[in-house]
Nanobody, 115 residues
């Protein structure tokens, strides 16, 4: 069974940085396109960054130029480097496959951007 465990969130000031990690188990990670999603209070969950099995990346306009998604298939881990954070980036962050057939969601990691 697929299990996703996100970590690395926290409280950061505007302009700060965080690096999120997503450890996957129960799958061969390298064959899947993966994504980082976020859900802000009162809003729907949205995809903010995606990476294909070949390493091609894509970003939502709201995070383009500030966030970087990467993967380490040997470690079965997907990362999200977040720079120049803004209060609007405050949300719970989750990883999952970038596909309509989502796996069970992990617990997520909370990111709060506030002064």
């Amino acid at each position: 069974q697929v299990q996703l465990v996100e970590s690395g969130g926290g409280l950061v000031q505007p302009g700060g940085s965080l690096r999120l990690s997503c450890a996957a188990s129960g799958i061969i990670l390298n064959i899947y396109s993966m994504g980082w999603y976020r859900q802000a209070p009162g809003k729907q969950r949205e995809l903010v960054a995606a990476i294909t099995s070949g390493g091609n990346t894509n970003y939502a306009d709201s995070v383009k130029g500030r966030f970087t998604i990467s993967r380490d298939n040997a470690r079965k881990t997907v990362y999200l480097q977040m720079n120049s954070l803004k209060p609007d980036d405050t949300a719970d962050y989750y990883c999952n496959r970038n596909n309509s057939r989502l796996w069970p969601w992990g617990q997520g990691t909370q990111v709060t951007v506030s002064s």
